[in-house]
T-cell receptor, first 111, second 113 residues
Framework: LAKTTQPISMDSYEGQEVNITCSHN???????ITWYQQFPSQGPRFIIQ???TKVTNEVASLFIPADRKSSTLSLPRVSLSDTAVYYC????????????FGTGTKLQVIP | DAGVIQSPRHEVTEMGQEVTLRCKPI?????LFWYRQTMMRGLELLIY????????DSGMPEDRFSAKMPNASFSTLKIQPSEPRDSAVYFC???????????FGQGTRLTVV
């Protein structure tokens, strides 16, 4: 199973764009890249999922280069409410079995 | 839909007691997952059901842990006997399709004293 590596923490000022990069060097052909957000005392919440190139939704964008060995979650114009832990996961097309969340990136948005 | 519903939200119990955590997945979802979260180990996948059948329980830490899914709308995670090191937040999640977006419940914070 593909292991992911992402920064432990990041700080950003309000209104800035935040980019969180995740490495997944041994990603398999059928794996998808998925990002979750977790606020304190809450369960993780799905943000975005992609396979290649670029995916955008109302919350974030996900950039995946051609080799798929890394991905970047982009949060436009963050606010204080975006302070959370962000997890990068590599999910086999067959499901979540044995998928680990890792330590995630703790994003602190500063006023 | 109210989302994934877990009960209780908080549980404090004495070492040696049996603990049962409950989960109601989102209607129509056919995959259900139990996770445990601690500061030391992060989020760990304990067990995964598909169509009510346990598919992979390799993450269950010991025989003291057991999980059941008697029907599509209910699952339990039981710890018997409980130990202080079982203290953690336990999350249940469900998804519509294998590999699809997982929806998490609010979690059960378990404290074993």
């Amino acid at each position: 199973l593909a292991k992911t590596t992402q920064p432990i923490s990041m700080d950003s000022y309000e209104g800035q764009e935040v980019n969180i990069t995740c490495s997944h060097n041994n990603i398999a052909t059928n794996d998808y890249i998925t990002w979750y957000q977790q606020f304190p005392s809450q369960g993780p919440r799905f943000i975005i999922q992609g396979y290649k190139t670029k995916v955008t939704n109302e919350v974030a964008s996900l950039f995946i280069p051609a080799d798929r060995k890394s991905s970047t979650l982009s949060l436009p114009r963050v606010s204080l409410s975006d302070t959370a832990v962000y997890y990068c996961l590599v999910v086999p097309s067959g499901g979540y079995q044995k998928v680990t969340f890792g330590t995630g990136t703790k994003l602190q948005v500063i006023p | 839909d109210a989302g994934v519903i877990q009960s209780p939200r908080h549980e404090v119990t004495e070492m040696g007691q049996e603990v049962t955590l409950r989960c109601k997945p989102i209607s129509g979802h056919n995959s259900l997952f139990w996770y445990r979260q601690t500061m030391m180990r992060g989020l760990e996948l304990l067990i995964y059901f598909n169509n009510n059948v346990p598919i992979d329980d390799s993450g269950m830490p010991e025989d003291r842990f057991s999980a059941k899914m008697p029907n599509a709308s209910f699952s339990t995670l039981k710890i018997q006997p409980s130990e202080p090191r079982d203290s953690a937040v336990y999350f249940c999640a469900s998804s519509f399709a294998v590999g699809g977006q997982a929806f998490f419940g609010q979690g059960t914070r378990l404290t074993v004293v």
